[in-house]
């Protein structure tokens, strides 16, 4: 059974900084991708950034690009999230997933955490 845990979400202003963590439970933390997407009151769940196992490969959400960096600590078995210039619209659950492969999309992550808020007033 593979949990995963999110935290570091909040309540910031525009422009601010936050970065998200996600610990996984599974054993063999480095053999799979982790993404992370998020979903806004009344939007569908959107992909924002995905690394692979050893974290060599990355790719971003461009509404995100340039502004939110994704990393991961295999030996803590944790991929974090840094956002940066936070906006109003970056407002939303964050959720991480795990994945067979850096992907953009849903269907390609298996298990998911509970997810954390993030709010960003202006």
């Known amino acids: 059974q593979v949990q995963l845990v999110e935290s570091g979400g909040g309540l910031v202003q525009a422009g601010d900084s936050l970065r998200l963590s996600c610990v996984a439970s599974a054993r063999t933390f480095s053999s799979y991708a982790m993404g992370w997407f998020r979903q806004a009151p009344g939007k569908e769940r959107e992909f924002v950034a995905a690394?692979?196992?050893?974290?060599?490969?990355?790719n971003y959400a461009d509404s995100v690009k340039g502004r939110f960096t994704i990393s991961r600590d295999n030996a803590k078995k944790t991929v974090y999230l840094q956002m940066n210039s936070l906006k109003p619209e970056d407002t939303a659950v964050y959720y991480c997933g795990r994945g067979v492969r850096v992907r953009n999309t849903e269907r390609d992550y298996d298990h998911w955490g509970q997810g954390t808020q993030v709010t960003v007033s202006s």
């Open positions: 690394i692979s196992g050893i974290g060599v490969v990355t």
